[in-house]
């Protein structure tokens, strides 16, 4: 029955998506390799605590105008309202650049203060604000995206996608060969693939774009800017939110512990990566449809959809994690660093709560096509317990204590999300 509900398209569609997941996923290997071996665990350290204090800044000021573009853009195309189809496109662009700018502004005002107090170093202020251009190019690529998206041109997003990883891998490798093994050499690396990946998807997005909405009036309709306004101020307030407890582990871990510390944590979930990687395309693909079965209110799919997926998901991270975690030490002794016994306790726990994090793959796509305040709701109890919970049995028991909070805060986020599914689907029946 499920293979009835999508049509080869989609098919091929996940099969490219797959394909490029596997370059991204060993580009991933390669480029966490090439870190902890040339500049070292520390250097890898303190760039996960950067990674994760951008991260936040993106979380504050961001509107996910791709989510938005995707849910707009898909529903007037299917109603055939080219002018309003257009306009949610437009406006898309410049809420991009708007909050492109608004992250570089925050970043340069508190970098050295952030510098200071997660990394014990202010002079590290000049590497923190120049990652910010790497989300910069990011925020300005999300109207790309969720205009592909929309159209589900999914081979083209995994295309780049794909670049996007090989990118890093010839700036870094570059970086290796002609200048010197530095925290702002590897982030000017980064920058430079992020800015070449955002020119090329640019084009691609400009040319389809103008195509098809050339001979299309630009439509004005208050109407649809004030539902956009409220779709936009609800994944605001979630992403706001989601600043309090995404990757912000990172820094607390840098906080009560040391860099060194994040480099072990970050290297250990870098090798379970693969797992998240591969749920990416399931959203990616499975939201379009999701919308169009929420407009139908043909919920006893939806659900179906959801269940056959996550089973398949859940048995794929399982076989995973066991190779992993039997290969673990050879891992570590690739990538030229120290490999201690203790570090498989420390596998154990984060291979648990990424295996409960793959099987809410739907959680958000859910929200954004029934009610984006469910994703406001679970933030906010993820940042409550990520700046008590999480930061208390850091300072009580280190490393451990992190992990075993993340573990806990998974079990909760599973049971509210199934909680909410079914309150979703109850409500719109």
Not at 26 to 47: K, M, P
Not at 82 to 108: H, Q
Not at 141 to 160: L, R, V, Y
Not at 233 to 247: D, E, I
Request: proline share 1%; charged share 10%.
């Amino acid at each position: 029955m499920i293979n009835k509900l999508f049509k080869k398209s989609f098919i091929s569609s996940l099969l490219f998506s797959y394909s490029s997941q596997g370059i991204i996923i060993l580009a991933g290997f390669l480029q966490l390799y090439l870190i902890n071996r040339f500049f070292g665990i520390e250097v890898f350290g303190q760039f996960s605590i950067i990674v994760a204090t951008i991260g936040i800044f993106s979380s504050i000021v961001t509107a996910r105008s791709s989510e938005a573009v995707t849910r707009f853009l898909k529903r007037e195309e299917l109603n055939a309202n080219w002018g309003n189809a257009k306009l949610t496109v437009i406006i898309g662009l410049v809420i991009d650049i708007v909050t492109a700018l608004l992250l570089l502004l925050l970043s340069y005002l508190v970098s050295s203060w952030f510098a200071e107090l997660f990394l014990k170093n202010s002079a590290l202020d000049l590497e923190l604000f120049l990652y910010a251009f790497v989300v910069f190019f990011g925020f300005l690529k999300g109207t790309c995206m969720g205009f592909f998206q929309a159209k589900e041109q999914f081979i083209t997003i995994n295309m780049f996608n794909a670049l996007g990883a090989v990118f890093n891998i010839v700036a870094i490798s570059i970086a290796l060969l002609f200048f010197e093994h530095s925290l702002k050499i590897l982030i000017l690396a980064f920058v430079i693939s992020s800015g070449i990946s955002f020119f090329l998807t640019f084009i691609i997005f400009y040319n389809r774009f103008i195509t098809q909405f050339s001979r299309s009036p630009l439509v004005f309709n208050t109407l649809l800017m004030k539902e956009y306004w409220s779709f936009n101020v609800k994944t605001f307030f979630s992403s706001s939110l989601k600043a309090g407890n995404q990757n912000v582990e990172n820094l607390i871990l840098g906080f009560f512990v040391n860099a060194e510390s994040v480099g072990i944590y970050q290297t250990i979930k870098k090798t379970l990566g693969p797992i998240a990687i591969a749920v990416q395309p399931l959203s990616m693909l499975i939201y379009p449809k999701m919308i169009e079965l929420v407009e139908k209110k043909e919920f006893n799919k939806l659900q179906l959809i959801i269940r056959k997926i996550s089973l398949v998901v859940g048995i794929c991270a399982l076989i995973f994690g066991v190779i992993i975690g039997s290969s673990l030490s050879i891992i570590f002794e690739l990538m030229d660093v120290v490999y201690e016994p203790e570090y498989l306790s420390y596998f154990i726990i984060i291979f648990a709560a990424s295996l409960i994090a793959s099987l809410l793959w739907w959680v958000r796509i859910f929200s954004n096509a029934v009610n984006p305040i469910y994703s406001v709701y679970l933030n906010l109890i993820a940042t409550f317990f990520q700046l008590i919970i999480t930061s208390i049995l850091t300072f009580f028991y280190g490393l451990y204590g992190m992990l075993f909070a993340l573990l806990l805060l998974q079990i909760i986020l599973g049971c509210c999300s199934t909680y909410i599914g079914k309150r979703g689907v109850f409500k719109n029946i």
